[in-house]
């Protein structure tokens, strides 16, 4: 079953399915990613005899046992605190299942991506970019969000089809490296400009500070490393021109950053509520912290510990809002660990690939990087819509790579 072969469009469709339950919730990417698990799994039983089960082993073991080692991290840590609101529930694990299976199920299903595939997979992808860039703008206009079966009005401030406007931002944020370097690349591709255009303006309309904070980095980075000379410093120059007349000027970007600085929104003695929920949260940890509290934490049971440092009144009384914080909050040092030899195991394969001149390197290397500076304010690994998202841009790191079958063609390195 070669990707040449007459049934290469069927074995390719678990990867735009992949791409189309984006949009969806948390629901939605559960019971679809479960019918597309279903899927590899047939296609990778229809293929058994051609699959290099060594050679696959070898490349994506870490992967598999620190995901699988996470995942038991967190039941034991659930089990094992008898206070947890419901230590036998495991809800939390469907999530994190297609996280675990989901990048390495692709890559034993799927023959090598021709550059045509890769083609398809971009415009693919930039189509989805464009449903989400255009909710993003009507929410922005209206004000309209789904709850439940309903469509209601709010306030306006994108969500998509998610829960929290926090989590439409940084699904989209997970998607800025690829979409900047692929403008750079692939100037004149008309999917480039689609997938630009459409992230740029959901982000804007997410409303996030971090979000949009992190993305004029690396769109400042890669302005930096792609120019030089006299170019650059012009580029750049107009660069900081244009974030001094946004913060400077009377508009809704500026007024969100410049509302930091005067405590807006802010309750307590903090200079943001942030501040508090860190207080707090490594106070748990601290009280826990080789196995950590387990998952399934409730405002009520964190109640008490905001009363012990003083913030019974808090009206926030949130989780971490880090994502390293809430690792270590939910599965202790060891839960901590497990992720972060699982985030150094993937910046290793992209740093390596990078130095090699591979594009899909470049673009992990910063989505990695983005990721992990936007988690820093916000529990981004913990929320299920931005971890799947996250899943994706793994799993296209992982099919670029390297060879899944046996007589793959050679890997081309041509543009979509």
Known sequence: MSASGPIAPIVRIPLFLLLCILPLGVAGHNIGASV?????????????????LLD????????????????????????????????????????HIIWTIIPAAVCFSQPRLSPR???????????????LGGMASSQAIWGWKLQQSHIVLGFPRAQGLYSHPMSFGYVCLVFVPFAILALLRWPRHP??????????????????????GVTVLVVLFNIWSATKGRLRVQILTAAVVAIA????????????FRGMLVGHDVHGDYVDDRVAFWQVNWDMVKQRPWLGHGEGLTTKYRAPYYAAAGLGDFPRQYEAHNMFLQAAVNGGLLGLTILLVWLGNLFSAAWRARRAGSFAGQVMLQTLTTFCLAALTQN?????????????????????????????????HAAP
């Open 36 to 52: 597309i698990g279903i899927m590899l799994i047939t296609l990778m039983w229809l293929q058994r005899h051609e699959l290099p």
């Open 56 to 95: 696959l082993w070898r490349q994506h073991r870490i992967y598999l046992f620190t995901t699988f080692a996470y995942l038991g991290s967190q039941i034991v840590s659930t089990w094992l605190n008898p206070e947890n609101p419901d230590p036998r529930s495991i809800h939390y694990l469907f999530g």
């Open 117 to 131: 595939d890769w083609n398809h997979l971009f415009w693919g992808l930039a189509t989805i970019a464009l449903i």
């Open 191 to 212: 999917a480039a400009w689609i997938l630009g255009v459409s992230i740029g303006a959901a982000i804007l309309a997410s409303r996030s500070r971090m979000v949009e």
């Open 245 to 256: 007349a946004v913060l400077l000027t009377p508009n809704p970007v500026g007024e969100r």
């Open 380 to 412: 981004a690994f913990q929320d299920s819509a931005v971890r799947y998202s996250l899943t994706l841009a793994v799993t296209g790191f992982f099919l670029s790579m390297a060879p899944f079958k046996k007589n793959d063609p050679p890997q081309s």
